[in-house]
């Protein structure tokens, strides 16, 4: 189940279930994706790449992946969720004003919105028996003592947009609470929680990081933890 927290990246989204596919694991029949989650655009993606040139030194270190500005038109009322690609006249009007706000703000970047209509029209179609309203499919299972319902949130606690090294964090809420926020799993639901604690301290990107080091043990920790960040490959801090 993807709840409706997430921002979805639909040609990542695909491209990640197509591999899973190639290596005999098909779960295009097992897959939720919340009716009410919003989508993450090409656009957004140019747009997170202006907002950090924008700042020089003081950028925020992103994956520039588009999260940021897709949460930004979350908040602003002027997103486009998941259920919006089923309504063809109105996915248009909000695809196209979103964009030209944007270029509005930026400049007028490259950008094909037809194309890009065209292209998601394709996967609304292939994205359509996956989506559903998750609320009444978590309610049944929590109600259900047989079920147990396993979460994974996005990054660490002190990259939550509320609680983290603030303005060096993410856009959403990565600490428990956003279990019930993006999943719609209800509080009294949750019986234990459980941290889970790195032995040393990494950073991705920018922000500060007293402990740093930056000498033969941090070489030596980043050769042998591995610590590479997942989504873009950059080195660990």
Do not use: C
Not at 101 to 125: N, T
Not at 197 to 222: I, Q
């Amino acid at each position: 189940v993807i709840g409706n927290g997430v921002v979805i990246h639909l040609p990542s989204f695909f491209a990640e279930i197509d591999k899973l596919q190639a290596q005999g694991i098909d779960v295009s029949e097992r897959m939720r994706v919340s009716d009410r989650a919003h989508l993450v655009f090409d656009f957004h993606q140019t747009v997170d790449g202006l907002k950090e040139a924008e700042l020089g030194n003081a950028q925020v270190g992103t994956t520039r992946k588009g999260i940021g500005p897709a949460y930004a038109n979350k908040a602003s009322r002027s997103g486009l969720r998941v259920h919006h690609l089923f309504q063809r006249n109105d996915f248009r009007q909000r695809l196209v004003r979103a964009v030209a706000s944007r270029q509005k703000r930026y400049g007028p970047f490259e950008y094909d919105v037809e194309a890009e209509i065209a292209r998601y029209e394709a996967y609304a179609e292939r994205l359509r028996p996956m989506v559903t309203d998750v609320v009444p499919l978590i309610s049944d299972a929590v109600r259900d003592p047989a079920q147990q319902i396993l979460v994974e949130g996005a990054n660490a606690l002190l990259l939550d947009i509320d609680y983290g090294t603030y303005p060096f964090v993410t856009s959403s809420n990565t600490t428990v609470g956003g279990v019930f926020t993006g999943l719609g799993v209800p509080p009294s639901a949750l019986k234990r929680s459980i941290g889970v604690v790195k032995a040393y301290t990494t950073r991705v990107g920018s922000g500060p990081f007293p402990t740093e080091l930056v000498d033969a043990v941090g070489e030596h920790l980043t050769d042998v933890g591995h610590e590479y960040g997942t989504t873009t490959g950059r080195k660990r801090r």
